[in-house]
C-alpha cells in the first residue's frame, strides 16, 4: 500500500527484505573495491585497444582479401594467355620441323643433282662462274661442321638419311670442283678455309663411321694435292700430317686405300719431302699392316707405298 503527502510515494516492505537488502549492500560495499582495482581498469582498457585494433585489422584484412581476389583473377588470365601462347609455340614447333624436314628434302635432292651435274667440266665452270660459289662453299663448310657436331656417339648416324645425302652431295660436289684445275686453283687461293674445315672434321669424326663422307672429302683433299700451290698448303699444315696418321688406322679399308693415295701424292714430291722426312718412320708400321690386307687393291698400294718410302729414305 503506497501513502503520501506532497507528491512523495512510499513503498512498504518487510523487515525480512529490508534487512536482507541492507546485508547485500554491506557486503557488495566490501567486495567491490577488491573487484573493481586498477588490474579490472587496465584490462578493460586493453580489451577496449584490442577490439579497435581488431577492427583495423578486419579493415587491412578486407583490403588484402579484395588484392588478392584481383591477384587471382591475374594471374588466372595470365595463365589462359600462356596456355594460349604454349599452343601457338607448339604449333610454330611443328610448322619448323615440317620446313626443316622440307628443307632438308630439298636440299638433299638438289645437291645429289648438283653432284651429279659437277661431273662435267663445263658445269663446274659454270658454278664457278656464277658469282656464288664462295657463298656455296661458306655455307657448305658450316653444313658439314654442324652435321659433324650433331653426331650421336651412342647411336651411328645412317647414312642414308635424307640429312646424310644432302651433306654428303654438298662434299661430293665441291670434290668434282676440285677436280678441275679452276676449281683447285679457287679452293686453294680463296677457300683454305673450307680446306682447314675439312682437315679438322676427317678427325672429329668417329673412326669407323660416315665412311662415304670422309672418303669424298679425301678424294677432294687428293684433288687439292695435284695443284703445285694447293700440294705445299698441305704438306705444311701439321693437323693434315696427324690426321693422316689417324685415318690410317680406321676400320673402313676404302678409307685406308684414300688415305694412303693422298698420303703417296704429298710424299711423292720432292718439294713436300722434307716436310715429312721425320714423319715418314710413324707411317711405316700401319702400312706394312696394310700390305697384308684381305683387299688386293690395297695390299697393291701399300706395297708401291713401302718401296716408295724406302728409296726415299736412302736417298734422304
Known sequence: MMSGSLGEEFVYIRRRDLERLTTEIMQMKEFLPQILNQELVDNVQRLEQAETTLEVKDQDCGHLRARLEAAQTECLKEKQEKLSLLAKLEHLQEQSVQ??????????????????????????????GGGKANAFFTLAAQTLSSYVA?????QPQDEDREESQFVLGLAGTITNVAAVPCGRDLLVNLCQDLLETWICLLGAIRPGTCSRLRVVMLM?????????????????????????QILLTDPDLEVCLHTMRLFQSVVLESDSLRH????????????????????TELQALACELLEEMKRLEKEG
Open 99 to 128: 620446313q626443316a624436314e622440307f628443307c632438308t628434302h630439298m636440299g638433299s635432292a638438289t645437291c645429289t643433282l648438283l653432284w651429279a651435274v659437277s661431273n662435267r667440266e663445263e658445269a663446274v665452270k659454270s658454278i664457278l
Open 150 to 154: 650433331s653426331l650421336n656417339e651412342e
Open 220 to 244: 677432294c683433299l687428293y684433288n687439292v694435292s695435284i695443284n703445285r700451290k694447293g700440294l705445299s698448303w698441305l704438306s705444311q699444315s701439321l693437323p693434315f700430317i696427324s690426321q693422316l
Open 276 to 295: 715429312f722426312q721425320n714423319e715418314l718412320h710413324k707411317f711405316m708400321p700401319r702400312i706394312m699392316e696394310l700390305s697384308h690386307s684381305r683387299s
